[in-house]
T-cell receptor
Framework: DAGVIQSPRHEVTEMGQEVTLRCKPISGHDYLFWYRQTMMRGLELLIYFNNNVPIDDSGMPEDRFSAKMPNASFSTLKIQPSEPRDSAVYFC???????????FGPGTRLLVL | GQNIDQPTEMTATEGAIVQINCTYQTSGFNGLFWYQQHAGEAPTFLSYNVLDGLEEKGRFSSFLSRSKGYSYLLLKELQMKDSASYLCAVRGLADKLIFGTGTRLQVFP
């Protein structure tokens, strides 16, 4: 199995630009999670989906952030407009069931100048 | 509120044993996870405890006491490659994992 796939692996952009992060979960997994990791705050859950439906987006910092999952094999996290404080590593993870182990993708390292 | 505490940094010597503690206060409890994260890489699953007691897996063991809100990860026969961050995570209500900020372990020769 290829594992969770994320793209791009690195993104450098200027403040105000739109950023789109992409994730392909492990085939057959019906839960997908988006996390953000910073030195100060550690790993924080932003939003998660079950069977393509957003279940809890209470971790999304503000309206500039949005996430979609149009089908079982693809999800996006969009930041518009981006700000320097959004600089972080964004991880996508998936699991077979809600109570099962989550498997993480390699992450997208975002730098907003 | 939800709170997970673990030491920020620890150091140990190759071949030694180290114990990384984690205390938690969460809304509900449906299991505790330990993840290992090497610098610049993704977290990878190490262990899972849902009942009290010790779970052993090779050089790594994890212990849970639900009544005390306490867990530890025990690493034996330390190797240089064990230098990494170790993240304690609790599954509370629903399917959400709450992560601690992690313990950075440095193993010296």
């Amino acid at each position: 199995d290829a594992g969770v796939i994320q793209s791009p692996r690195h993104e450098v952009t200027e403040m105000g630009q739109e950023v789109t992060l992409r994730c392909k979960p492990i085939s057959g997994h019906d839960y997908l999670f988006w996390y953000r990791q910073t030195m100060m705050r550690g790993l924080e859950l932003l939003i998660y989906f079950n069977n393509n439906v957003p279940i809890d987006d209470s971790g999304m910092p503000e309206d500039r952030f949005s996430a979609k999952m149009p089908n079982a094999s693809f999800s996006t996290l969009k930041i518009q407009p981006s700000e320097p404080r959004d600089s972080a590593v964004y991880f996508c993870a998936s699991s077979l069931l809600g109570l099962e182990t989550q498997y993480f993708g390699p992450g997208t390292r975002l730098l907003v100048l | 509120g939800q709170n997970i505490d673990q030491p920020t940094e620890m150091t140990a010597t190759e071949g030694a044993i180290v114990q990384i503690n984690c205390t938690y206060q969460t809304s509900g409890f449906n299991g505790l996870f330990w993840y290992q994260q090497h610098a610049g890489e993704a977290p990878t699953f190490l262990s899972y405890n849902v009942l009290d007691g010790l779970e052993e897996k090779g050089r790594f063991s994890s212990f849970l006491s639900r009544s005390k809100g306490y867990s530890y990860l025990l690493l034996k026969e330390l190797q240089m490659k064990d230098s990494a961050s170790y993240l304690c995570a609790v599954r509370g209500l629903a399917d959400k994992l709450i992560f601690g900020t992690g313990t950075r372990l440095q193993v010296f020769p």
